[in-house]
């Protein structure tokens, strides 16, 4: 019984482990543009730039099929557990163990920032990983050592082969793992090898670590994603024009 029990933690913690980005990036747009949302769920087009650059999408009846199994998955299963956690966890505790894995990922940000010559935003990323790691116990608490830059960055791989001039290819939807795009898909897989998490033994230790993660930190922004859904015409439309418009945009930074 024991191990049942634990397969199936393992199971979930997997779900919830991949399911997030699909709404990850709702909390992000309410920070982009200098903090302004951007109207991504419009009737119309989400901005000039999409109308003169629109998303490629030649599989978008496979896309809309996947869409409402990632939607289902959040509604059905995401959600109700990160509601439950964040009733049991206090909100300060939960930003502390936020805090603690955005500490632990920082070779992600700190190589992508070097690909992309971004030698300021590497030296910012390694100096407060320093100081979060020793003075901020462990990463738990940020310590505000550099007030004129922003605290961290959000480089990924596939920021780095957008800097390069790589396209973005055709939108994807992937089942479990949410909105993407053929360039973002491949700097996903480059990035994993970064995560220090995946390196972690055994392999179920570092799937219920990442799945421990993503129920804490949807804990924390529960909401987006159903705003974002809700005041939409076309929820699959709204969806893909805001990871499109918020991934062209953090490339142009």
Same mark, same amino acid.
């Given at each position: 019984?024991?191990?049942?029990?634990?397969?199936?933690?393992?199971?979930?913690?997997?779900?919830?482990?991949?399911?997030?980005?699909?709404?990850?990036?709702?909390?992000?747009?309410?920070?982009?543009?200098?903090?302004?949302?951007?109207?991504?769920?419009?009737?119309?087009?989400?901005?000039?730039?999409?109308?003169?650059?629109?998303?490629?999408?030649?599989?978008?009846?496979?896309?809309?099929?996947?869409?409402?199994?990632?939607?289902?998955?959040?509604?059905?299963?995401?959600?109700?557990?990160?509601?439950?956690?964040?009733?049991?966890?206090?909100?300060?505790?939960?930003?502390?163990?936020?805090?603690?894995?955005?500490?632990?990922?920082?070779?992600?940000?700190?190589?992508?920032?070097?690909?992309?010559?971004?030698?300021?935003? #590497?030296?910012?990323?390694? *100096?407060?990983?320093? /100081? +979060?790691? $020793?003075?901020?116990?462990? %990463?738990?608490? !940020?310590?505000?050592?550099?007030?004129?830059?922003?605290?961290?960055?959000?480089?990924?791989?596939?920021?780095?082969?957008?800097?390069?001039?790589?396209?973005?290819?055709?939108?994807?939807?992937?089942?479990?793992?949410?909105?993407?795009?053929?360039?973002?898909?491949?700097?996903?897989?480059?990035?994993?090898?970064?995560?220090?998490?995946?390196?972690?033994?055994?392999?179920?230790? #570092?799937?219920?670590?990442? *799945?421990?993660?993503? /129920? +804490?930190? $949807?804990?924390?922004?529960? %909401?987006?994603? !159903?705003?974002?859904?809700?005041?939409?015409?076309?929820?699959?439309?709204?969806?893909?024009?805001?990871?499109?418009?918020?991934?062209?945009?953090?490339?142009?930074?």
């Amino acid at each position: 019984m024991k191990m049942k029990i634990n397969k199936l933690v393992i199971f979930f913690s997997f779900l919830f482990f991949l399911a997030l980005p699909q709404f990850s990036f709702a909390e992000e747009l309410k920070t982009a543009d200098n903090g302004a949302t951007p109207a991504v769920a419009d009737k119309g087009p989400a901005n000039a730039q999409a109308e003169d650059n629109p998303t490629v999408d030649p599989f978008e009846p496979f896309n809309r099929l996947f869409f409402q199994f990632n939607d289902k998955l959040y509604y059905w299963a995401l959600r109700p557990v990160s509601k439950t956690y964040a009733y049991l966890v206090p909100e300060w505790g939960r930003v502390r163990v936020r805090n603690i894995f955005r500490n632990i990922t920082m070779p992600v940000r700190f190589v992508n920032s070097l690909l992309q010559f971004k030698v300021n935003g #590497a030296a910012r990323e390694l *100096g407060h990983f320093v /100081v +979060n790691s $020793t003075v901020g116990v462990a %990463g738990m608490f !940020e310590i505000p050592w550099d007030t004129t830059e922003p605290k961290v960055s959000d480089e990924d791989l596939g920021q780095t082969l957008g800097s390069y001039g790589v396209g973005e290819g055709f939108y994807i939807v992937l089942p479990v793992l949410g909105p993407s795009n053929l360039r973002d898909s491949v700097g996903l897989a480059g990035d994993l090898f970064l995560d220090p998490v995946n390196y972690v033994t055994p392999n179920s230790a #570092a799937i219920e670590i990442h *799945g421990y993660d993503r /129920v +804490n930190g $949807t804990s924390l922004r529960i %909401g987006d994603y !159903e705003e974002l859904i809700e005041s939409a015409v076309d929820p699959y439309t709204a969806v893909k024009d805001a990871y499109t418009q918020n991934r062209r945009s953090r490339i142009k930074e």
